[in-house]
């Protein structure tokens, strides 16, 4: 069963690979991107991701959705955190099982770079200087000029956030 969640819960690893897995499969994966101690040169101390969460679940389901269609296989889930995360926690998960190993990787590796393109979550990194700034990214189709209250009109997921 397609999972795809985004939401301010820690993300516990193993939950997301539970999620995944059969006696036909041959591949079990599981990607993590987690929040890094540095971006572009500069020393960073955290992160915080926003989103539009109605839309984000939804474009989340689709992505998940069409990995899953693409490798032949309904077992993958995807979890996507929000909020304030410090260094080394985990913001996005993927776990993708499959009857071979290839079909697995291309699935991951499609969500994710499908996440950076499309999904309306933005990052704002918290440099050691004190200093915060928000990561320019893609602008989705048919979004430029939405704004929420908060968020950044031009700013998507970034890549420090994705594992990139």
């Known amino acids: 069963m397609v999972y795809a969640s985004v939401g301010s819960e820690v993300i516990d690893p193993a939950e997301v690979l539970a999620r995944v897995g059969d006696d036909r499969d041959g591949?079990?994966?599981?990607?993590?991107?987690?929040?890094?101690?540095?971006?572009?040169?500069?020393?960073?101390?955290?992160?915080?991701?926003?989103?539009?969460?109605?839309?984000?679940?939804?474009?989340?389901?689709?992505?998940?959705?069409?990995?899953?269609?693409?490798?032949?296989t309904d077992r993958l889930a995807v979890v996507h955190r929000t909020g304030e995360l410090g260094i080394g926690e985990v913001s996005v998960a993927i776990a993708v099982s499959s009857p071979h190993r290839a079909e697995a990787y291309d699935a991951s590796r499609y969500v994710i770079e499908e996440i950076k393109k499309r999904l309306p979550v933005w990052k704002k990194e918290h440099y050691?200087?004190?200093?915060?700034?928000?990561?320019?990214?893609?602008?989705?189709?048919?979004?430029?000029?939405?704004?929420?209250?908060?968020?950044?009109?031009?700013?998507?997921?970034?890549?420090?956030?994705?594992?990139?």
Do not use: K, N
């Not at 602008?139 to 956030?161: N, Y």
């Open 27 to 72: 591949a079990s994966i599981l990607f993590l991107g987690v929040v890094r101690d540095h971006a572009d040169g500069r020393p960073v101390r955290g992160m915080r991701y926003d989103s539009y969460a109605e839309m984000a679940q939804g474009v989340l389901a689709e992505i998940a959705g069409e990995a899953a269609e693409r490798a032949g």
């Open 128 to 164: 050691t200087d004190g200093a915060a700034e928000w990561v320019e990214g893609t602008v989705p189709p048919g979004t430029a000029g939405i704004s929420d209250g908060g968020t950044p009109e031009r700013s998507t997921p970034s890549a420090a956030a994705t594992g990139d």
